[in-house]
C-alpha cells in the first residue's frame, strides 16, 4: 500500500461542508485543512441547470486542471 504525504502548509478537502452567507447569496462552502490544523472555507463551485432547476454541486478542480 502507498501512503501519501502532504507537505506541511498543503490544504487537503474534507467531507465537511457548510452555508456561508455572501451579501445576500448562500453559498456552499466545504472545509479544508492542513496537517498542522489550519483550516479554511473554500466556496464549492456549481452548476447551473436551468432558470426552472437549482444549481447542482460540480465538485472541485485542481488549480491547474484545464
Do not use: H, N, S
Not at 31 to 57: D, N, Y
Request: net charge negative.
Amino acid at each position: 500500500m502507498v501512503k501519501a504525504k502532504a507537505e506541511i502548509d498543503e490544504f487537503l478537502p474534507t467531507m465537511q461542508f457548510g452555508f456561508q452567507l455572501e451579501g445576500e447569496k448562500t453559498v456552499l462552502c466545504q472545509m479544508w485543512v492542513t496537517p498542522m490544523g489550519l483550516t479554511e472555507w473554500r466556496p464549492v463551485p456549481m452548476v447551473e441547470l436551468g432558470p426552472t432547476r437549482k444549481p447542482a454541486i460540480a465538485g472541485y478542480l485542481e488549480d491547474d486542471d484545464d
